[in-house]
T-cell receptor, first 115, second 116 residues
Framework: AQSVTQLGSHVSVSEGALVLLRCNYS??????LFWYVQYPNQGLQLLLK??????LVKGINGFEAEFKKSETSFHLTKPSAHMSDAAEYFC?????????????FGQGTILTVHP | NAGVMQNPRHLVRRRGQEARLRCSPM?????VYWYRQLPEEGLKFMVY????????ESGMPKERFSAEFPKEGPSILRIQQVVRGDSAAYFC??????????????FGEGSRLTVL
């Protein structure tokens, strides 16, 4: 079975600072990996996805993530945080062996941005 | 273009009552997924449906929970004889197709169930 671990349930940064949200996965085969963002009282929105093409994936709102097979990681970064980035972020992996949207999610990381 | 619509947004039930949660997928989407988010946890897959068919219900509790996606109308997640442990946010998601690169799901805003 696949799994996802997000290191740090809460991350706090200052506006303008680098954002780094960590995600490690466990999978016996190359997975598809995703980052979703959830704003308060809303559903999840896809930020970016890795599907075995380029290892550096660019997403919306200036976020990007790099797939590192040797480290089984897919960390999310943004060079300069904005107040509007405050939200909860979920890393997810697709269930290999299926061809549909059955995802395994991490526990989530709440990002707080200070002025 | 309306997104995934879920209702009710908030539902309060007493132990032993039934809860029905509805989900209308995005226009043109024929695949529906239900996920549950317990407090302090990530989302857990429950069930995947296409029109009139349950494709994968491996995440559904064996008792009291059922889901359907009829030919006409929304998908419904039904919880019978609710217990306090059922209190959670239930998210519906839809996608336009299955196949490689699937994983981009479009989520509704969720239905938050509180069991007293």
């Amino acid at each position: 079975a696949q799994s996802v671990t997000q290191l740090g349930s809460h991350v706090s940064v200052s506006e303008g600072a680098l954002v780094l949200l960590r995600c490690n996965y466990s999978s016996s085969v190359p997975p598809y990996l995703f980052w979703y963002v959830q704003y308060p009282n809303q559903g999840l929105q896809l930020l970016l996805k890795y599907t075995s093409a380029a290892t550096l994936v660019k997403g919306i709102n200036g976020f990007e993530a790099e797939f590192k097979k040797s480290e089984t990681s897919f960390h999310l970064t943004k060079p300069s945080a904005h107040m509007s980035d405050a939200a909860e972020y979920f890393c997810a992996v697709s269930d290999i062996g299926t061809s549909y949207g059955k995802l395994t999610f991490g526990q989530g990381t709440i990002l707080t941005v200070h002025p | 273009n309306a997104g995934v619509m879920q209702n009710p947004r908030h539902l309060v039930r007493r132990r032993g009552q039934e809860a029905r949660l509805r989900c209308s997928p995005m226009k043109g989407h024929s695949h529906v997924y239900w996920y549950r988010q317990l407090p302090e946890e990530g989302l857990k897959f429950m069930v995947y449906l296409q029109k009139e068919n349950i494709i994968d219900e491996s995440g559904m509790p064996k008792e009291r929970f059922s889901a359907e996606f009829p030919k006409e109308g929304p998908s419904i997640l039904r919880i019978q004889q609710v217990v306090r442990g059922d209190s959670a946010a239930y998210f519906c998601a839809s996608s336009p197709s299955a196949g490689p690169n699937t994983g981009e799901l479009f989520f509704g805003e969720g239905s938050r169930l509180t069991v007293l």
